[in-house]
């Protein structure tokens, strides 16, 4: 806010193309549920012990309802 960038504009830019694109998935919440977020990650070296490459899942709730 203080010293703003042509990034930040970017992400911003970004972000507007995404909710214009996504405006049409109607998410559920139901009433009386608390807005809580909610993630589980995993990682783990043990996939390809040559090459000691990373493997990484997440996923993320609101509430009860799978967001990413």
Excluded at 15 to 32: A, E, M, N
Excluded at 41 to 66: H, K, Q, V
Aim: net charge positive; charged share 10%.
């Amino acid at each position: 806010m203080h010293s703003p960038h042509h990034l930040h504009l970017a992400v911003v830019c970004c972000i507007i193309r995404y909710l214009k694109g996504t405006s049409q998935r109607h998410l559920f919440f139901p009433i009386g549920t608390p807005p809580k977020v909610i993630a589980y990650s995993d990682a783990g070296w043990a996939g390809y012990p040559e090459t000691r490459r990373l493997i990484t899942n997440w996923c993320m709730f609101m509430g009860s309802s799978f967001i990413s």
